[in-house]
């Protein structure tokens, strides 16, 4: 996919919203391409977090009462 026409669209879309960042920002300060080798590392940091979550909330579709569980403590974070 990654060489599909708007694949890196994508991406930036994706960040933005999961990162609260501006897409112009992303486009015009974090590299060409799909690497986004010059994101900022609190960025990459909060990514990380964000990936460890979603792991946790696909292995807990296993479970539906751990799924609860995390769906009540996501909730009230928001």
Do not use: H
Request: net charge neutral.
């Amino acid at each position: 996919m990654e060489n599909t026409r708007g694949y890196r669209a994508d991406c930036v879309r994706l960040l933005s919203r999961v990162l609260g960042v501006r897409p112009e920002t992303i486009n015009s300060k974090w590299g060409e391409g799909i690497e986004f080798e010059k994101m900022p590392e609190q960025y990459e940091k909060t990514l990380a977090y964000a990936n460890c979550v979603r792991e946790m909330a696909d292995a807990a579709g296993k479970d539906p009462a751990l799924a609860e569980i995390i769906i009540e403590r996501i909730k009230r974070l928001s």
